[in-house]
C-alpha cells in the first residue's frame, strides 16, 4: 500500500494502545531553518539545546553541521549545509537533500529563536522523563528489588543535575579544539605562577602530609593571602585570587582560631569563600561533580580546595575507579575550564610510597607536594611528582605562632621560608627533632663533618632521643653546613631577610607566650613528641667497669672513634682512627 500516510515510530503501553515519545517537529523545523542562516542564532540556540534534544535523526544531523561550520568560523547557509552533509555521503537521511532546501526557506528571526528553542528543549525533557518511566516499569517486570529501583532513579537524577550543570549542545565540545594561531603563539613558559610559587593558574595539585604535619593550617594560610593579594612564602603581591575553599575537615571553632592568627577578620578576608562541611554529593558521582561546578559557577572561583578529598569520595581509596571517577565528574569539568585545584590528602602507612590508596591518585595532578613537619616549627614542603617541571621542588620553611594569654595572638601565625636569620638559635624545645639532634651535637662539640657512628654513639651516651631517619638527617644537615664553611660561602643561608620579623620562632620562647600544654599552634592538636627514644648503649668494659674508659698515656695519639692508641704507618701518617673505624 503506497497511497498511505506512515505514522511515525510508536510505543505500546500496558493497553495495547500506541503512544508517541514528546516531540515538536513543527519547532525543530523552524529552529534549523534559523540557524542555517545565522550562527548568532544557533549560538542562542546552544544556551539551551543539545543535540540529544532533536527528536528527529535529520534535524539532529543539520544541527551537527551547523554547529562544525559555526566552530569554524564559517557563517552558516543552507547550501553550505547541503554541500557538508553530501562531503559525508548522508544525503540520503535528509530526503537526498531536499529536506535542507525546504528548511532554508522559512526564514525565522534570531530574536524569536530563543522561545522555539526552549519548546524543544522542554519536549525533549518529557521525552527523557517518559523513557525513564518505561525503564522502571520494565524493572518492575521483571522483578527489580527495592534498591535496584532506588538505583535506576538515583542514576537518572544524577544525569539530569549533570546535563544542567554542565551546558547543551556541540558548542561546548567543538569550543575545546585548538585554534594553532594562538596556541602557538601563547608563551606558556613565562606564564605567571600563582603566590607561593607551588602551582600555576588552572593546574591541579596535591598536598600530602601526615595527620599532625598541619596540612590545613598551611593550606588556610595560603589561600588566605591569596584572595587578598597578599605575597606568600616570599613571592611579590599579586592580585586577589577567587578562592573556594571546601572544608570537611575542620570545626568551625578551629576554622575561626586559625584565620585569627593569620590576622583576617570579617572585612579582611578578600576574595575567599568558605564551605564548612558543604552538603554536597561524593565528588566520584556524576552528582558530586553537577553540585561543585554549580558552587563554583556561582561564587565565580578560579580556585577551588578539597579539604581533606578522603571526606568527599564515596569509594574505596585502594580502589583505582574511585580516583578515575573522581577525575572525569569533578576534575576534568575543572581542567577543562581552566578552574585550579588543590585538594589535601594524607600520607599512607609507608611514608616513602606518598598518599594513602591507589596510585591512581598521582596520574591527573600537575604537582604532588608532600608536607612534613620536622619539628620545632620547622617544615619541609618538597615536590614528588610534576608534569611540567615549572617553579621550585623544594621549600625549608617555618612556621610562626605566638600567643596573648590563653589565646593565639591576632596576625601572630604565618609560615616563611627558612633563612639562617628567622631560623630557630634556642634549643628546640622538641625533643626527638632534628633540631634537637643537631643542636645536641653542636653541644657535644662534635665537628660538623662526624660520620654517623661516632654521632649515634654520642647520642646514645647522652640518652638523647631519635629515631634513625632523623639522625641520619641531622648528619647531612651538619656535613651540608660544614662543606658551606669550607667553600668560603658566609655563615648566612640566604642573603634575603623577610620584611617583617616575628619575635620568635614557635610559642614559649618568650615569656608571656606560653603554649597550651600540647598544642603547637592554632587548631593543631597535641601530638607525641619527638620519637622513641634511642636504646641506651651498654658502657665500655674497659677501665673500672662503671663505664670510665682506661687512661692512656698523654703523648700517645689516640682513636677518635674507640679510644685505642693509634700505631704504625696511622700514626706516623697522621691518621685520628683505627683501621676498624676508618669508614665512621
Known amino acids: 500500500m503506497e497511497n498511505v500516510r506512515h505514522f511515525p515510530h510508536q510505543q505500546a503501553d500496558n493497553d495495547g494502545l500506541t503512544t508517541i515519545p514528546p516531540n515538536d517537529v513543527e519547532s525543530e523545523a523552524l529552529v534549523c531553518g534559523a540557524v542555517m542562516h545565522s550562527a548568532d542564532a544557533y549560538r542562542i540556540c546552544a544556551e539551551v539545546l543539545d543535540r540529544a534534544d532533536f527528536y528527529r535523526p535529520a534535524h539532529r544531523l543539520i544541527w551537527d ?118 596556541f602557538f603563539a601563547t608563551d606558556f613558559g613565562s606564564i605567571q605562577l600563582l603566590p607561593g610559587r607551588l602551582m600555576a593558574p588552572g593546574q591541579q595539585i596535591t598536598v600530602v602530609g ?23 612564602l616570599g613571592d611579590k603581591p599579586q592580585d586577589p585570587v577567587r578562592i573556594l575553599y571546601l572544608d570537611a575537615e575542620n570545626g568551625q571553632e578551629q576554622v575561626q582560631e586559625r584565620f585569627l592568627s593569620f590576622g583576617a577578620g570579617p572585612r579582611s578576608m578578600g576574595e575567599l569563600q568558605y564551605a564548612s562541611f558543604p552538603p554536597v554529593r561524593p565528588l566520584d558521582t556524576a552528582g558530586g561533580g553537577a553540585d561543585l561546578v554549580s558552587m563554583v559557577k556561582a561564587t565565580s572561583a578560579d580556585l577551588v580546595v578539597i579539604d581533606t578529598v578522603s571526606r568527599f569520595i564515596s569509594g574505596p581509596e585502594n580502589d583505582a575507579d574511585t580516583w578515575l571517577s573522581l577525575y572525569r565528574h569533578t576534575l576534568l569539568p575543572l581542567k577543562r575550564d581552566r578552574i585550579a585545584s588543590v585538594r589535601l590528602d594524607h600520607r599512607g602507612k609507608d611514608s616513602e610510597r606518598g598518599a594513602r590508596g591507589s596510585s591512581a591518585k598521582t596520574q591527573d595532578v600537575d604537582h604532588v607536594w608532600e608536607l612534613s613537619a620536622l619539628g620545632g616549627g620547622t617544615l619541609a614542603l618538597k615536590r614528588t611528582h610534576t608534569r611540567t617541571g615549572i617553579g621550585p621542588d623544594h621549600f625549608d620553611l617555618v612556621r610562626q605562632a605566638r600567643k596573648d594569654g590563653d589565646n593565639w595572638a591576632h596576625g601572630g601565625t604565618r609560615h616563611i621560608l627558612m633563612t639562617w636569620e628567622n631560623e630557630p638559635s634556642a634549643h628546640p624545645a622538641v625533643p626527638g627533632t632534628v633540631e634537637h639532634i643537631i643542636a645536641s651535637l653542636d653541644a657535644a662539640g662534635l665537628p660538623d663533618n662526624t660520620g654517623n657512628r661516632v654521632a649515634r654513639q654520642t647520642l646514645a651516651d647522652r640518652q638523647i632521643p631519635g629515631g634513625n631517619e632523623k639522625i641520619a638527617e641531622a648528619i647531612r644537615r651538619r656535613k651540608a653546613r660544614s662543606q658551606m664553611s669550607d667553600s668560603g660561602v658566609s655563615g648566612k643561608r640566604s642573603g634575603d631577610r623577610s620584611d617583617e620579623r616575628f619575635p620568635e620562632t614557635f610559642p614559649g620562647t618568650h615569656s608571656g607566650t606560653e603554649e597550651t600544654a600540647g598544642q603547637t599552634f592554632p587548631g593543631t592538636p597535641p601530638e607525641t613528641p619527638g620519637t622513641p627514644p634511642v636504646p641506651h ?48
Open 537 to 584: 648503649v651498654p658502657p665500655s668494659k674497659r677501665g673500672n667497669g662503671e663505664g670510665t674508659p682506661e687512661q692512656q698515656d698523654p703523648e700517645t695519639p689516640l682513636c677518635t672513634v674507640c679510644g685505642d692508641p693509634l700505631h704504625g704507618y696511622r700514626l706516623d701518617r697522621g691518621y685520628t682512627t683505627c683501621l676498624q673505624h676508618d669508614a665512621a
Open 65 to 182: 553541521i551547523v554547529g562544525g561550520l559555526v566552530a569554524a568560523g564559517t557563517p552558516p547557509h543552507p547550501v553550505l549545509v547541503r554541500a557538508e552533509i553530501e562531503k559525508q555521503n548522508r544525503l540520503r537521511e535528509v530526503d537526498d537533500g531536499n529536506l535542507v532546501i525546504r528548511l532554508g526557506t522559512d526564514y525565522l528571526n534570531p530574536s524569536l529563536v530563543q522561545h522555539f528553542a526552549q519548546e524543544i528543549a522542554n519536549k525533549a525533557r518529557e521525552r527523557r522523563f517518559d523513557e525513564h518511566a518505561t525503564t522502571l516499569k520494565a524493572a518492575v517486570g521483571r522483578g527489580a528489588s527495592g534498591d535496584e529501583l532506588d538505583a535506576i532513579v538515583a542514576d537518572f537524577t544524577q544525569a539530569e543535575q549533570l546535563r544542567e550543570a554542565t551546558g547543551h549542545g556541540p558548542a561546548h565540545l567543538v569550543s575545546t579544539l585548538l585554534d594553532w594561531g594562538t
Open 210 to 232: 601526615d595527620g599532625k604535619a598541619g596540612k590545613s593550617l598551611f593550606t588556610q594560610e595560603w589561600m588566605w593571602r591569596m584572595a587578598t593579594g597578599q605575597s606568600f
